[in-house]
């Protein structure tokens, strides 16, 4: 019985890459054959017509810079916070109010930013006309405007909460604050010598959710529909838009972009690597020649505060403009201030509220937790029989991050049905699940690997089983990331839409499938109200993967955020 | 005498017998219907209408036990791209979709590629009713006919709107429209084409400018076309530099514009419903001075239906959804602005006098024309005009220089 449990422990990888495989290789053969035109007439024609599309350079354009902006900037960011505010009362403040905003949906984060910097937004509105003389709003290009500037601040806002609970997860392992405290012994400046010492052991735990964040940031479509520009859009909306296209002749367009769309995904990436080497040869020629850098903190860490400072504004302000709007009755321009209010919103939204949580809730919640077991077991079975994961075997578990889920999902879909196998909840969990499963291994995998093993061998040598250095060691030890890895998860399944319409058939709604359906509608009122309960599902989680490891924790120094 | 009477009741039965086995045909399907659940895809973007479908089930449920469920779409072609893909995997029964809101080039699509079942409209009791004559629109979905493959159930014509506080007297013509864009900067734009809004604008300019309409009912002429659509382009390359944000950037859709007309940032708006503004104002959402009104010759006019896949799981309970939103008392809660305010399918002369009385005791609304006031529908023109103008738009100003 043990021996075939532990036979089973040696599969778990392999029966995790299958399930990752599988569903992405159904979904891509379903999307590369109309790009090749197979099933009508063979041929290159739909990579003429895509050619044929006068937007393609500046869409092409688009999508790489936004894509590569938003993530060096997200990174940027998230890396002066982390080497810069911890030690105060802010650094607290800041994750108090950064972790929640990973939670709140995409859409709902751009349709906020797009309320406060509108031309008729609350900015102008709180100017107007005393300050201003506007009694009617100015003709400003300030959202949608060509550069993708806009796009850029919203993927930002987005994306540091993200990488930022990535980093927290990993950094115990890390030892920063010794390293610190040792690098400013040494003379050295806070931020320079946090990137010297610990930069490098951190980075190599987040380099793997810097990538998805760059897959992301290209291939966003409805942040980029909301924020981004029109004339061309960036690559990923015109995909989606092609793939809406009632003439059905366009599906063939869009199979031949989104193959493009991949190609690009992977060039960035390349691009992205290029830039680490880069970055690394710069980092150990400053160390190398000795470099304190004690002056840059003066400049970086009010720089620092004030972005900081902006995302967090322009996020929060945002989300309170759309709850106000929730509650709005006649809210016209100049007023800072709705004239009437009303809940006829929520009114409306309550019935059907209940329902949709309940299930949007049970679904991420299996799924999250079918996709911690398999990640958990197929670490533990890594550590136990040595087995080391090929690069190529990590490469089919990021594929579901990095091909554009417009891409493959309608293949997969073609697939599920031909199984019969649509429209149920378990169906949607599935594949779910394909979505999930990575972010949750990502997230747990590094803090994982890098756990003293050295505690582990000592429970051996006091005769602790393996399942016992498991359960009792390794797990407890290691419960904050893990949290994390769950919370992660839920967020993700929470935030699912193309997966849960295709394969759910219509018939499984969540709140996500509710409030892009409705946001679509634009209705600033509706998208408030349906933004803000979308958002308490996953804050939720991730205020249990903060507050029960400090509960459990409080008596353990060493087990304490740093 | 006898042989009179007898004769009489004869020609009486005669008449009667299709009419009752009609009736036995449709208790069929009333009878096929009862307790099973109709899953309605239909574009889930506004909240008044998903509130008077869910209305409507509420009746469905009370009258026929039919169970109605609303299929939320942000996309009609999603419904449409389903039951493709159901096709394409073999499901020839068992579909997940019983009835679609539908019409223009989806029904032209699934129409072609022989995704519905039917024709089932001709065939429903409520069809007697419908203003077929008055109403073109009802049985020629944008040139398509129908053929009963799809049942009306909405009537929508484009309407401009002005808030009159700010704009007291709006222009009324394509000539006047124009100036007034260019004596006024940055105050006009329309949802981007393809979107089916700003297409539906483009299209109107194209009736207004065109030298002889009547082409605009027969497909393309790519040997005509580009002679035929010259004046569009001179109008559109004469207005855009002076549109919203100097047509560097468009709202995306028919809300997002509404949106922008809400804020203050555009001076004229338009809709495809004439009720809208009217429905707006009574939900707090416009201000109280806005008005409507139409361009001189007409505005363009289409039809919503409902359709049903060839595959569908429900198919009886879909003909009895479809049956029941022509009926008189559900049309004319459609037709009420504090509901939705879309105009009716029906022909109100053929209503017996109770169900004309709801109409009339209707208050339309400060903002919505009177019927005799809205002027002319034009009908929609051949599909390919609006896929070739789209296309071209695109081309011309769908992309920065």
Redesign the interface.
């Known amino acids: 019985m043990r021996q075939r449990a532990g036979g089973l422990l040696r599969q778990a990888p392999r029966l995790t890459l299958a399930l990752m495989l599988v569903p992405v290789a159904a979904g891509l053969a379903g999307t590369i054959a109309p790009a090749f035109g197979l099933g009508g007439t063979p041929g290159l024609q739909s990579f003429r017509a895509l050619a044929d599309w006068p937007g393609l350079g500046a869409a092409v354009r688009l999508s790489l810079v936004t894509g590569l902006a938003a993530t060096g900037l997200s990174l940027a960011l998230t890396l002066l916070i982390l080497a810069l505010l911890p030690g105060g009362r802010i650094f607290g403040a800041v994750l108090r109010l950064l972790s929640p905003l990973l939670a709140v949906p995409h859409a709902a984060v751009a349709l906020g930013l797009a309320f406060l910097i509108a031309p008729s937004g609350w900015i102008v509105r709180a100017l107007s006309p005393w300050a201003t003389g506007w009694d009617t709003p100015p003709d400003l290009l300030t959202l949608n405007d060509p550069a993708g500037l806009a796009l850029i601040a919203g993927l930002v806002a987005k994306e540091v909460p993200f990488l930022l609970l990535m980093s927290l997860a990993a950094l115990p392992q890390t030892d920063a604050p010794r390293r610190t405290m040792l690098a400013q012994t040494l003379g050295y400046g806070r931020a320079a010598g946090w990137a010297f010492a610990v930069l490098p052991a951190l980075y190599a735990q987040i380099r793997l959710p810097c990538y998805a964040v760059l897959a992301y940031s290209m291939t966003a479509v409805e942040m980029a529909m909301i924020l981004g520009p029109t004339r061309p859009p960036t690559l990923a909306v015109q995909i989606a838009l092609w793939m809406a296209d009632p003439a059905l002749a366009e599906r063939g367009r869009a199979a031949a972009a989104a193959l493009l769309q991949l190609t690009l995904v992977l060039g960035a990436l390349a691009l992205w690597r290029t830039g680490e080497l880069v970055v690394r040869r710069v980092l150990l020629g400053a160390a190398a020649r000795g470099w304190r850098g004690a002056r840059l903190d003066r400049l970086l860490r009010p720089l620092t505060l004030a972005a900081t400072a902006l995302v967090l504004a322009a996020v929060g302000v945002g989300l309170a403009g759309l709850a106000l709007w929730s509650v709005a009755g006649l809210w016209s321009f100049p007023d800072s201030l709705p004239q009437t209010m009303s809940l006829r919103i929520w009114r409306e939204a309550a019935p059907d509220l209940a329902r949709h949580a309940a299930l949007t809730l049970g679904l991420g919640a299996a799924v999250a937790g079918v996709a911690l077991i398999l990640a958990l077991a197929c670490l533990e079975a890594e550590q136990r029989h040595a087995l080391s994961p090929s690069s190529r075997a990590m490469a089919v578990l990021y594929l579901p991050l990095i091909v554009p889920q417009v891409a493959f999902l309608p293949g997969l879909q073609v697939a599920a049905l031909g199984l019969g196998l649509d429209g149920t909840p378990l169906a949607v969990a599935a594949a779910h699940l394909i979505f999930v499963l990575p972010y949750v291994f990502l997230s747990l995998s590094a803090p994982w690997r890098a756990w003293d093993a050295r505690i582990g061998t000592v429970g051996a040598a006091l005769g602790a089983s393996p399942g016992r250095i498991f359960w009792r060691l390794r797990l407890p030890m290691l419960m904050r990331p893990v949290l994390t890895a769950f919370a992660v998860g839920l967020a993700v399944s929470v935030g699912q839409y193309l997966p849960t319409l295709l394969i759910g058939g219509g018939r499984v709604t969540t709140l996500t499938t509710e409030a892009v359906a409705l946001s679509s509608g634009g209705n600033r009122r509706v998208v408030g109200a349906y933004a803000l309960l979308q958002m308490l599902l996953p804050a939720a989680g991730f205020a249990a993967a903060l507050v029960l490891p400090a509960l459990v924790f409080r008596r353990r120094r060493g087990m304490r955020a740093a | 005498m006898f042989g009179r009477i007898m004769g009489t009741a004869l020609a009486c039965l005669a008449a009667l017998a299709p009419a009752a086995g009609a009736e036995e045909a449709w208790d069929r399907v009333l009878a096929e219907a009862e307790g099973q659940t109709v899953?309605w895809?239909a574009?889930?973007?506004?909240?008044k209408i998903n509130?008077f479908i869910a209305w409507v089930g509420e009746e469905a449920q009370a009258r026929h036990g039919v169970r109605l469920?609303q299929?939320?779409?942000?996309?009609?072609?999603?419904?449409?791209?389903?039951v493709?893909?159901?096709k394409?995997?073999?499901?020839t029964t068992g579909g997940?979709?019983d009835l679609i809101w539908i019409n223009?080039?989806?029904f032209a699509?699934m129409k072609a590629?022989g995704l519905l079942s039917g024709p089932f409209a001709e065939s429903l009791p409520n069809w007697r009713y419908v203003d077929v004559a008055g109403k073109p629109a009802t049985v020629t979905d944008f040139t398509e006919p129908t053929e009963g493959l799809e049942s009306p159930w909405a009537m929508a014509q484009l309407v401009f709107e002005h808030d009159s506080a700010?704009l007291p007297s709006p222009p009324r013509t394509l000539a006047g429209l124009l100036d007034w864009i260019e004596a006024n900067?940055?105050r006009f734009t329309f949802p981007?084409p393809?979107d089916y809004l700003g297409t539906t604008f483009l299209k109107q300019v194209l009736h207004g400018v065109i030298e002889d309409p009547a082409q605009l009912q027969r497909p393309v002429d790519p040997a005509t076309y580009e002679a035929a659509t010259a004046p569009l382009w001179d109008w559109l390359d004469r207005a855009e530099p002076h549109l919203?944000?100097?047509g560097?950037?468009?709202p995306?859709?028919e809300?997002?514009m509404?949106?922008?007309f809400?804020?203050?940032?555009i001076?004229i708006s338009f809709a495809f419903n004439p009720g809208r503004a009217s429905a707006a104002i009574a939900?707090?959402?416009?201000?109280e001075t806005v008005r409507t009104f139409t361009l001189e010759g007409g505005t363009i006019g289409n039809a919503s239906f409902v359709a049903i896949p060839f595959n569908a799981a429900h198919a009886a309970g879909a003909r009895v959804i479809a049956n029941l939103l022509l009926d008189p008392a559900v049309q004319a809660r459609a037709q009420d602005p504090a509901v939705l305010g879309f105009q009716t399918v029906l022909d109100l002369d053929r209503l017996p006098d109770e169900d004309r009385a709801r109409f009339e005791a209707l208050d339309l609304g400060v903002a919505t024309l009177a019927p005799e006031d809205l002027g002319p529908a034009l009908l929609e023109p051949h599909a390919s005009w609006m896929?070739r103008i789209a296309e071209d738009w695109?081309?011309r100003?769908?992309?920065?220089p």
Do not use: C, I, M
């Open positions: 899953y895809h574009w889930g973007g506004d909240s509130a469920e299929v939320k779409l942000a996309d009609t072609t999603d419904a449409v791209a389903r493709l893909a159901e394409q995997a073999g499901r997940a979709v223009g080039e989806n699509a590629q700010r900067p940055g981007q393809p919203w944000r100097e560097r950037a468009y995306a859709n809300p997002a509404g949106q922008l809400a804020d203050g940032e001076a939900a707090g959402e416009l201000a896929e695109v081309r100003y769908g992309t920065a």
